[in-house]
């Protein structure tokens, strides 16, 4: 079972940027597609990006296409989601989750569909 723990949160002004990382426990972290999900207060969890099992394969919100990136290391078992211009519709907190992939490249991008989370991180954008 995969334990995820993610970092980087933190307190920016609009424009800037903030590098949340997410690190895994276990040895099977290249067999799972990963994504980032965000919470804001009185919101469903959204979807954010998510990586395919290899790193090749990427999705992202129409929210943060071109500002965000999505990236892992399979041999430090970390995911880290690259966050840039930020605006204050950004502030949420931010969740990493793990989906267990026995073959093929399926990425999933619903919360329900993933079988582990992280505690979260929060990130605040002020104007």
């Known amino acids: 079972q995969a334990q995820l723990v993610e970092s980087g949160g933190g307190l920016v002004q609009a424009g800037g940027s903030l590098r949340l990382s997410c690190a895994a426990s276990?040895?099977?972290?290249?067999?799972?597609?990963m994504g980032w999900f965000r919470q804001a207060p009185g919101k469903e969890r959204e979807f954010i990006a998510a990586i395919n099992r290899s790193g090749v394969r990427k999705y992202y919100a129409d929210a943060v296409t071109g500002r965000f990136t999505i990236s892992r290391d399979n041999a430090k078992n970390t995911v880290v989601l690259q966050m840039n211009s930020l605006k204050p519709e950004d502030t949420a907190v931010y969740y990493c989750?793990?989906?267990?992939?026995?073959?093929?490249?399926?990425?999933?991008?619903?919360?329900?569909?993933?079988?582990?989370w992280g505690q979260g991180t929060q990130v605040t954008v002020s104007s």
């Open positions: 989750a793990g989906k267990a992939i026995a073959f093929g490249d399926y990425i999933p991008r619903l919360p329900l569909s993933y079988d582990y």
């Open positions: 276990g040895r099977t972290f290249s067999s799972y597609a």
